[in-house]
C-alpha cells in the first residue's frame, strides 16, 4: 500500500516536470548513458515574468539507465525577469513552486519562492529533500520587481 502510494506521488509530480534545455556528458560509463549535468527552464507559476534555470547532476550507467539510481545533490539555480512582473494582491511569503523526483522513491529537488518585502525581491531557494535525511546542498537566486522595459533593437 505505501509503495502504490509513492508511486502515484512520483508519477503525479513527473507530470509538472520542467522544459529540458540541454546536458552535457561529464563522464563516460561503458554500458548505459554518461553521467550528465542537465538544465531544465520553469516558470513561476503565480508569477508571470520570471523564468528559473535549474542545473542538476544525472546519474547514468546501468541504474540509470533502468531508473533506478539516486542522483546526487549537486545542483544550480538561476532567475531572471523575462518579462513583465505584476505581482497578485496576496503574495505568500514562502511557497513551493517546482519539485522534480531525483531517485525512484522519497528523494526530490524542490524550489522554494521568498517574498523579500522590505527590499521588493523574489528569492528562489533549491534544496535537496530525502525522507530521513536530505541534504544541506542548496543554492539561491534573486529577482528584484523592477519596472520592465522593452529594448529596441
Not at 69 to 76: T, V
Request: net charge neutral.
Amino acid at each position: 500500500m505505501l509503495l502504490a502510494a509513492a508511486t502515484a506521488a512520483l508519477l503525479a509530480s513527473a507530470g509538472a516536470r520542467a522544459e529540458d534545455v540541454g546536458c552535457v556528458n561529464t563522464a563516460f560509463k561503458l554500458i548505459g548513458p554518461d553521467h550528465k549535468v542537465c538544465v531544465e527552464a520553469f516558470t513561476d507559476p503565480d508569477i508571470p515574468g520570471v523564468a528559473c534555470y535549474l542545473s542538476q547532476a544525472r546519474t547514468g550507467g546501468v541504474s540509470g539507465w533502468l531508473g533506478l539510481a539516486e542522483d546526487p545533490s549537486r545542483f544550480a539555480l538561476s532567475c531572471r525577469q523575462v518579462g513583465p512582473i505584476t505581482l497578485p494582491d496576496r503574495i505568500d511569503r514562502q511557497k513551493e513552486v517546482f519539485d522534480s523526483a531525483t531517485s525512484i522513491l522519497f528523494k526530490e529537488t524542490q524550489v522554494v519562492r521568498m517574498f523579500d518585502r522590505p527590499r521588493n525581491t523574489l528569492v528562489y531557494l533549491s534544496y535537496s529533500t530525502k525522507l530521513v535525511d536530505g541534504s544541506p546542498m542548496n543554492s539561491v537566486a534573486a529577482v528584484p520587481v523592477m519596472p520592465w522595459t522593452e529594448t529596441v533593437r
